[in-house]
């Protein structure tokens, strides 16, 4: 067998570079998946009167995530809600949320405590 200039058999230094980017990526593909489960808190207990308080998003500042995070609101639906504002400019009134599509009178009426048009 020749030698190479580096001076590294070539067949185990595959191996070793083959290991370490298979451990690599499982690490990585470990830390994907448990970083898609994170949600954002929206209830903080106040120290004065220890109840929940509601943190309320605004419609026309939210992101992806923040609708992902609202009760009932999955992934697809809060991409949805950032399309339709994207396509036909910010929301006037919390009732047009139901010009979305899949956000039905139900769905709407369980999302009010969870929505404003107001800079909190």
Excluded: C
């Excluded at 919390?94 to 048009?117: F, H, N």
């Amino acid at each position: 067998m020749p030698k190479n200039d580096v001076g590294w058999d070539s067949e185990s230094s595959m191996k070793k570079i083959s290991l370490v980017i298979l451990a690599f990526s499982i690490f990585f593909a470990v830390g994907i998946y448990f970083s898609r489960d994170y949600k954002f808190e929206h209830y903080a207990i106040e120290t004065k009167t220890d109840e929940l308080k509601v943190y309320k998003i605004n419609l026309n500042l939210a992101n992806w995530r923040e609708f992902d995070n609202l009760p009932g609101i999955g992934p697809a639906l809060a991409q949805r809600i950032i399309d339709d504002r994207k396509n036909n400019g910010r929301f006037n009134s919390i009732e047009e949320l139901k010009r979305v599509p899949g956000i039905g009178e139900a769905k709407y009426e369980a999302l009010q405590d969870y929505i404003t048009l107001e800079v909190q």
